[in-house]
């Protein structure tokens, strides 16, 4: 009877275990902190997307972004989305992933949490030193090209320009070979009115009618040389007598064409003391030959070799060796020019794409010798 007893109180005391066990709740699943964390990821992942956008329109607005920024800048907004996209992604996965850890079963996958944790983290701590160091990636004494010496780069005063416009110089200038076959005379623009132009097929003339249409609309935006001097352009030549002085922007120099974004604006100055203005656009496109630029044959382009600038302003033409210029010496043998007389109410009455204008050169009085010409053929 005793261990009847006992027997049963033993059962009685297993099934009362196997009810109490059986009624402890399941293992919590995902907290409200899982939750925050979704929404961080899911964040992250549309900063990133509109980073990566805003970037893209970015560079199709201004191509010279590309030679001007760092691998990353918070400079430019579309970095600093894409930072912040990276930075929320990374946080908002680990969070969740540790939130769930504890209905995890063995230890592989803490461990490999503990391991994405590390991996992230210093991802974070490169893209911050990437960020603050940004500003000082184009320094123009480190823009100089193998074979290049960074100790003459430095000692070339170029105060005028902008730093990105001085980086982008030197790394125009150190970038070519350090001799051309030059007389010391240089380019001259011959005052001979061209021939007719040749008619163009009718996809020809779609394409340059809406090339030629982006140009003017650019040259809306550069009425004076302050309009000029704020986009980052800055005056290189004195006047040249049916052609007027030259305005660079040395970070779009050597870019490939577009008829929106000239290296060089040209500006009037036979305007007899009053503002200086704009008459056209000046391209300087590298290549092994003339480049494809407005369609057409039309666009005729030339030459400048041995190009020798003092603080970003032209002084001599036709230097055979970099050795014989004091400031920055450009080789110039794969550099094309094309002028493109774009501004509506300065029309070329000798074409859009002569190399003179006449109206640059008519005799007025008191117009300097400098500015004076006498084309002929007209």
Known sequence: MLLRDRHRASRS????????????????????????????????????????????????????????ESLFSFGNPGHALLGTGFSA??????????????????????ALLQVGGAVAAAALVVLGWLAATSEHRHEPATLVAEGGSSAAAARVDRSRLPAEEQSALVALSWSRGSAVEADGEGHEHAFVEPGPETDLSPGEQLLLDEQ?????????????????????????????????????KWSLVDRPFDPAHPSMLLFDETTQGRPLRLVGFSYWVAGAEDPEGFAGPNDTWHGHQGLCFANGWLVREGVPDRADCEGDWINGTDLWMLHAWVVRDMANPWGRFAAVNPALCRQRPHTPDAMTCDPVGR
Do not use: C, N
Not at 225 to 238: F, I, K, L, N
């Open 13 to 68: 005391t297993v099934g009362d275990t196997a009810d109490r066990s059986v009624a402890l709740p399941a293992s919590p699943g995902p907290d409200r902190a899982a939750g925050v964390f979704y929404v961080l990821l899911i964040s992250g992942v549309v900063l990133i997307a509109s980073g990566a956008a805003l970037d893209a329109l970015l560079h199709a607005r201004d191509p010279s972004l590309a030679s001007t």
């Open 89 to 110: 992604v990374a946080v908002g996965g680990l969070g969740m992933a540790r939130a769930q850890a504890r209905s995890w079963d063995g230890a592989w996958p803490k």
């Open 212 to 248: 030629w249409a982006a140009a003017a609309s650019a040259a809306a935006r550069f009425e004076t040389t302050a309009d000029a001097e704020a986009d980052g352009y800055r005056q290189t030549s004195a006047a040249v007598p049916g052609v007027g002085s030259h305005w660079i």
